[in-house]
């Protein structure tokens, strides 16, 4: 069985294998995020609009997107510019929907429990050394499985141990991320708040479910195996359900639910935009309220540092769409910084 990260992966394949089969005298791209996490994106786009203006996805990689991610060639940023740039057409938010209401963006860092610090720094130890081998063995490249892997247990932490099917974790019973938002939905209930609630663990989100249901608390939920998605939406936008708790991907596009307004995202991801999106349910055309954006983010673990490469992905697509040009570079140090210990 495939997993819901999975499952959308090939659904968007096989959805681009239709549109390029498509026969048609004209096409026209319209996206809301032309490129999320890399180059390849933007390629696909430009291989539907014009095949062959950027050359084979092969000759792309060598010409294009390998010099400017992994090596940060001003000019090959500057020549890919010049040649989409004629056919790109950018309207931000900000000039399209001047009568949007504010946007407040909140960061709340939470300390993790002792016996989460103490977890975490087992596994950051244990993984660190593996990944550290790894490499060393086999290179950077070939280590890319193991270290997702290590990335993902660190992850897992944070958000609640009880995600990490290893008996170390399992015994671990607190979660000081989930204690904090027990307080702030909460708080924001009383408010009268309408809630998003973002996870990218749909075991994060049961866990979630489960303590609502304790409190008595009315809610609504939409993951990548939902197959009725109109019902929860309707429930939601009536009034009558004060949270919605929706996994990243399914609820990244297609849903607008502008009775929100607050956003919490229980969990930092690598892609600003992948975050954007989803807060963009709430804060789009329709809405009257201001909107308020919760980031819960563990002090001193992986998701402060995810929050760092968050900034370099939005600089990368911002040189992209404007004239400017960036340097990103994952390497060695950047993977170092994920893997540290707590509080280095």
């Known amino acids: ?46 291989n539907f609009l014009m095949p062959g203006l950027l050359q084979n996805q092969k000759n792309f990689n060598t010409t294009f997107r390998h010099p400017i991610e ?34 407040t963006i909140i ?35 070939k280590s890319h499985i193991l270290i997702l892997d290590a990335l993902l247990k660190l992850r897992q932490i944070c958000c609640h141990p ?55 608390i009315p809610f609504v939920k939409i993951t990548g195996s939902t197959k009725d998605r109109s019902t929860p939406v309707e429930q939601f936008q009536s009034g009558t359900i004060p949270v919605f708790l929706i996994s990243l991907k399914a609820g990244g596009t297609g849903l607008n639910l502008t009775a929100a307004d607050t956003v919490i995202h229980y969990d930092p991801w690598w892609n600003p935009a992948a975050e954007n999106q989803a807060t963009d349910r709430a804060y789009r055309i329709g809405q009257k309220k201001p909107v308020f954006v919760h980031k819960l983010i563990c002090q001193g673990t992986i998701e402060e540092h995810i929050q ?26 950047t993977l170092g910084g994920l893997l540290s210990p707590i509080n280095e």
């Open 107 to 141: 960061p709340h860092f939470v300390q993790l429990t002792d016996a989460q610090t103490n977890l975490y720094e087992s596994v950051r130890a244990t993984m660190d050394k593996r990944v550290r081998d790894a490499i060393r063995q086999q290179g950077l490249n």
């Open 1 to 46: 069985m495939l997993d819901e990260s999975q499952y959308i992966k090939n659904t968007a394949a096989k959805t681009t294998k239709t549109a390029n089969e498509i026969k048609a005298n004209h096409r026209l791209c319209l996206s809301g995020t032309p490129m999320e996490n890399h180059l390849g994106e933007l390629w696909s786009t430009f």
């Open 308 to 333: 760092k490469l968050q900034e370099k992905k939005a600089k990368l697509v911002e040189s992209l769409l404007s004239q400017s040009t960036n340097k990103l570079k994952i390497d060695q140090a």
């Open 162 to 216: 009880k995600l990490l099917k290893i008996k170390a974790a399992q015994e671990v019973i607190d979660s000081a991320k989930l204690d904090y938002l027990t307080n702030l939905l909460n708080t924001l209930i009383e408010e009268e708040r309408k809630i998003l609630l973002f996870s990218q663990f749909t075991t994060m989100l049961d866990l979630i479910e489960s303590h609502l249901k304790k409190q008595n």
């Open 70 to 103: 992994k090596h940060g060639d001003t000019s090959r940023q500057t020549s890919l510019n010049r040649r989409v740039g004629p056919l790109m057409l950018r309207r931000t938010k900000d000039v399209v929907a001047k009568e949007l209401p504010p946007k």
